[in-house]
Protein backbone atom coordinates (compact mmCIF):
# COMPACT_ATOMS: atom_id res chain seq x y z
CA UNK A 1 0.00 0.00 0.00
CA UNK A 2 1.61 3.42 -1.09
CA UNK A 3 -0.41 5.45 1.08
CA UNK A 4 -2.45 7.51 -1.82
CA UNK A 5 -6.01 6.32 -2.31
CA UNK A 6 -8.04 7.12 -5.28
CA UNK A 7 -11.95 6.63 -5.57
CA UNK A 8 -13.67 5.07 -7.23
CA UNK A 9 -11.72 2.17 -7.99
CA UNK A 10 -14.31 1.28 -11.05
CA UNK A 11 -16.73 3.67 -12.59
CA UNK A 12 -19.13 2.82 -15.73
CA UNK A 13 -20.71 5.39 -17.50
CA UNK A 14 -21.96 6.70 -21.13
CA UNK A 15 -20.60 8.82 -23.39
CA UNK A 16 -21.42 12.53 -23.05
CA UNK A 17 -21.38 12.11 -19.20
CA UNK A 18 -19.38 13.59 -16.84
CA UNK A 19 -17.09 11.99 -14.24
CA UNK A 20 -15.01 13.24 -11.51
CA UNK A 21 -11.92 11.26 -9.97
CA UNK A 22 -10.52 12.00 -6.48
CA UNK A 23 -7.31 11.57 -4.90
CA UNK A 24 -5.83 12.01 -1.74
CA UNK A 25 -2.13 12.09 -1.61
CA UNK A 26 0.40 10.74 1.10
CA UNK A 27 0.30 12.45 4.60
CA UNK A 28 2.94 15.42 4.14
CA UNK A 29 3.06 14.85 0.24
CA UNK A 30 2.86 18.49 -1.66
CA UNK A 31 2.82 17.12 -5.19
CA UNK A 32 0.00 15.09 -6.58
CA UNK A 33 0.05 13.69 -10.81
CA UNK A 34 -2.39 12.38 -12.88
CA UNK A 35 -1.40 9.85 -15.26
CA UNK A 36 -3.49 7.91 -17.98
CA UNK A 37 -2.81 4.28 -18.81
CA UNK A 38 -4.17 2.99 -21.88
CA UNK A 39 -3.55 0.07 -24.39
CA UNK A 40 -2.84 2.39 -27.44
CA UNK A 41 -1.32 5.22 -25.51
CA UNK A 42 0.42 3.98 -22.53
CA UNK A 43 1.54 5.05 -19.19
CA UNK A 44 0.98 9.21 -20.08
CA UNK A 45 1.17 12.57 -17.76
CA UNK A 46 -1.89 14.26 -17.61
CA UNK A 47 -1.44 17.23 -14.75
CA UNK A 48 0.49 18.44 -11.97
CA UNK A 49 -0.23 20.07 -9.07
CA UNK A 50 1.82 21.26 -6.31
CA UNK A 51 0.60 22.64 -3.21
CA UNK A 52 -2.68 23.85 -4.88
CA UNK A 53 -1.41 25.98 -7.70
CA UNK A 54 -1.12 23.80 -11.06
CA UNK A 55 2.61 23.80 -12.30
CA UNK A 56 3.12 21.30 -15.28
CA UNK A 57 0.27 20.02 -18.22
CA UNK A 58 1.12 17.43 -20.62
CA UNK A 59 -1.03 15.68 -23.15
CA UNK A 60 -4.51 16.69 -21.11
CA UNK A 61 -7.47 16.96 -23.40
CA UNK A 62 -9.25 20.37 -22.77
CA UNK A 63 -12.53 18.41 -21.86
CA UNK A 64 -10.65 17.80 -18.88
CA UNK A 65 -9.70 19.60 -15.86
CA UNK A 66 -7.95 18.97 -12.52
CA UNK A 67 -7.67 21.18 -9.21
CA UNK A 68 -6.08 20.77 -5.59
CA UNK A 69 -8.00 21.50 -2.61
CA UNK A 70 -6.43 22.83 0.74
CA UNK A 71 -6.40 19.64 1.98
CA UNK A 72 -4.40 18.55 -0.91
CA UNK A 73 -6.58 16.48 -2.12
CA UNK A 74 -7.13 16.48 -5.69
CA UNK A 75 -9.99 15.74 -8.10
CA UNK A 76 -9.70 14.91 -12.08
CA UNK A 77 -12.69 16.39 -13.99
CA UNK A 78 -13.61 14.41 -17.35
CA UNK A 79 -16.42 15.81 -18.96
CA UNK A 80 -18.11 15.05 -22.89
CA UNK A 81 -16.55 11.43 -22.45
CA UNK A 82 -16.18 9.66 -25.30
CA UNK A 83 -15.14 5.89 -26.22
CA UNK A 84 -11.45 6.40 -26.24
CA UNK A 85 -11.74 7.89 -22.54
CA UNK A 86 -11.80 4.53 -20.97
CA UNK A 87 -8.60 3.44 -19.50
CA UNK A 88 -7.30 3.82 -16.52
CA UNK A 89 -6.37 6.76 -14.39
CA UNK A 90 -3.80 6.75 -11.78
CA UNK A 91 -2.83 9.45 -9.34
CA UNK A 92 0.78 9.58 -8.09
CA UNK A 93 2.31 11.70 -5.14
CA UNK A 94 5.95 13.15 -4.23
CA UNK A 95 7.80 13.25 -1.22
CA UNK A 96 11.07 15.93 -2.11
CA UNK A 97 14.31 14.83 0.17
CA UNK A 98 16.77 16.56 -2.13
CA UNK A 99 17.24 15.32 -5.38
CA UNK A 100 15.15 12.14 -4.83
CA UNK A 101 11.96 11.77 -5.72
CA UNK A 102 10.18 9.53 -6.04
CA UNK A 103 6.24 9.34 -6.83
CA UNK A 104 3.66 6.75 -4.96
CA UNK A 105 1.18 5.72 -7.55
CA UNK A 106 -2.53 4.99 -5.81
CA UNK A 107 -4.61 1.73 -6.81
CA UNK A 108 -6.09 3.76 -9.82
CA UNK A 109 -9.46 4.16 -11.45
CA UNK A 110 -10.53 2.44 -14.38
CA UNK A 111 -13.07 3.85 -16.36
CA UNK A 112 -15.14 2.28 -18.54
CA UNK A 113 -17.25 4.62 -21.20
CA UNK A 114 -19.97 2.68 -23.01
CA UNK B 1 9.99 16.46 -26.48
CA UNK B 2 11.34 13.46 -24.54
CA UNK B 3 11.32 10.31 -25.78
CA UNK B 4 11.83 6.62 -23.95
CA UNK B 5 12.16 3.62 -25.88
CA UNK B 6 12.49 0.38 -24.02
CA UNK B 7 13.64 -3.79 -25.24
CA UNK B 8 12.03 -5.66 -25.49
CA UNK B 9 8.41 -5.51 -24.84
CA UNK B 10 7.49 -9.17 -24.26
CA UNK B 11 9.83 -11.39 -22.57
CA UNK B 12 9.52 -14.98 -21.94
CA UNK B 13 12.06 -16.78 -19.98
CA UNK B 14 13.21 -19.37 -18.14
CA UNK B 15 13.30 -19.84 -14.44
CA UNK B 16 17.10 -19.64 -13.00
CA UNK B 17 17.77 -17.88 -16.67
CA UNK B 18 19.36 -14.11 -16.61
CA UNK B 19 18.49 -11.28 -19.02
CA UNK B 20 18.26 -7.61 -19.61
CA UNK B 21 15.76 -5.10 -19.65
CA UNK B 22 16.87 -1.94 -21.77
CA UNK B 23 15.48 1.57 -21.59
CA UNK B 24 16.77 4.21 -23.84
CA UNK B 25 16.06 8.02 -23.70
CA UNK B 26 16.49 10.82 -26.04
CA UNK B 27 16.93 13.66 -23.80
CA UNK B 28 19.30 14.80 -21.03
CA UNK B 29 17.52 13.59 -17.54
CA UNK B 30 19.08 13.60 -13.95
CA UNK B 31 16.67 11.03 -12.62
CA UNK B 32 15.48 7.56 -13.96
CA UNK B 33 13.44 5.46 -12.14
CA UNK B 34 11.94 1.85 -12.55
CA UNK B 35 8.60 0.90 -12.04
CA UNK B 36 6.86 -2.78 -11.83
CA UNK B 37 3.07 -3.63 -12.39
CA UNK B 38 1.50 -6.69 -12.11
CA UNK B 39 -1.78 -7.15 -13.54
CA UNK B 40 -4.59 -4.64 -12.92
CA UNK B 41 -2.74 -3.27 -10.17
CA UNK B 42 -1.38 0.04 -9.22
CA UNK B 43 2.73 0.94 -10.20
CA UNK B 44 4.97 -0.18 -7.24
CA UNK B 45 8.98 2.05 -7.00
CA UNK B 46 11.56 -0.21 -8.07
CA UNK B 47 14.39 1.80 -8.19
CA UNK B 48 15.48 5.72 -8.22
CA UNK B 49 18.64 6.14 -10.29
CA UNK B 50 19.93 9.82 -9.95
CA UNK B 51 24.00 10.14 -11.30
CA UNK B 52 25.57 8.57 -14.11
CA UNK B 53 27.36 5.21 -13.34
CA UNK B 54 24.65 4.50 -10.30
CA UNK B 55 23.75 1.22 -9.86
CA UNK B 56 21.25 -0.77 -7.58
CA UNK B 57 20.16 -3.83 -6.50
CA UNK B 58 17.49 -5.22 -4.65
CA UNK B 59 17.33 -9.22 -4.51
CA UNK B 60 17.55 -10.28 -8.04
CA UNK B 61 17.08 -7.16 -9.69
CA UNK B 62 19.76 -4.83 -10.42
CA UNK B 63 19.39 -1.62 -12.43
CA UNK B 64 22.18 0.96 -13.55
CA UNK B 65 22.83 4.04 -15.61
CA UNK B 66 24.73 5.72 -18.29
CA UNK B 67 23.58 9.56 -18.60
CA UNK B 68 26.30 9.56 -21.41
CA UNK B 69 24.50 6.80 -23.54
CA UNK B 70 21.00 7.67 -21.99
CA UNK B 71 20.61 3.86 -21.12
CA UNK B 72 19.36 2.66 -18.36
CA UNK B 73 19.85 -1.51 -17.60
CA UNK B 74 17.69 -3.93 -15.77
CA UNK B 75 18.75 -7.03 -15.03
CA UNK B 76 17.21 -10.12 -14.06
CA UNK B 77 19.09 -12.88 -12.42
CA UNK B 78 18.22 -16.56 -11.95
CA UNK B 79 14.39 -15.32 -12.40
CA UNK B 80 11.75 -16.76 -10.38
CA UNK B 81 8.19 -16.78 -11.33
CA UNK B 82 7.68 -14.19 -8.74
CA UNK B 83 9.26 -11.94 -10.78
CA UNK B 84 6.37 -11.91 -13.49
CA UNK B 85 5.23 -8.45 -14.06
CA UNK B 86 5.48 -5.47 -16.35
CA UNK B 87 8.30 -3.41 -15.69
CA UNK B 88 8.59 0.40 -17.00
CA UNK B 89 11.39 2.53 -16.88
CA UNK B 90 10.48 6.51 -16.45
CA UNK B 91 12.01 9.27 -16.87
CA UNK B 92 11.91 13.10 -14.63
CA UNK B 93 11.73 15.95 -16.14
CA UNK B 94 14.17 18.28 -14.55
CA UNK B 95 12.36 21.26 -14.88
CA UNK B 96 12.08 23.10 -11.75
CA UNK B 97 9.13 21.62 -9.23
CA UNK B 98 7.74 19.93 -12.84
CA UNK B 99 8.77 16.33 -11.94
CA UNK B 100 6.78 14.69 -14.59
CA UNK B 101 7.81 11.53 -15.57
CA UNK B 102 7.75 9.98 -19.46
CA UNK B 103 7.08 6.41 -19.22
CA UNK B 104 8.65 3.58 -21.68
CA UNK B 105 6.00 1.14 -23.17
CA UNK B 106 6.64 -1.48 -20.64
CA UNK B 107 8.43 -4.86 -20.62
CA UNK B 108 5.96 -7.50 -19.89
CA UNK B 109 8.25 -10.44 -18.38
CA UNK B 110 6.86 -13.88 -17.86
CA UNK B 111 9.11 -16.41 -16.32
CA UNK B 112 8.27 -20.06 -17.34
CA UNK B 113 8.83 -22.88 -15.28
Known amino acids: DSGVTQTPKHLITATGQRVTLRCSPRSGDLSVYWYQQSLDQGLQFLIQ???????AKGNILERFSAQQFPDLHSELNLSSLELGDSALYFC?????????????FGPGTRLLVL | ELKVEQNPLFLSMQEEKNYTIYCNYSTTSDRLYWYRQDPGKSLESLFVLLSNGAVKQEGRLMASLDTKARLSTLHITAAVHDLSATYFCAVGGSSGSARQLTFGSGTQLTVLP
Open chain 1, 92 to 104: ASSVSRGSMETQY
Open chain 1, 49 to 55: YYNGEER
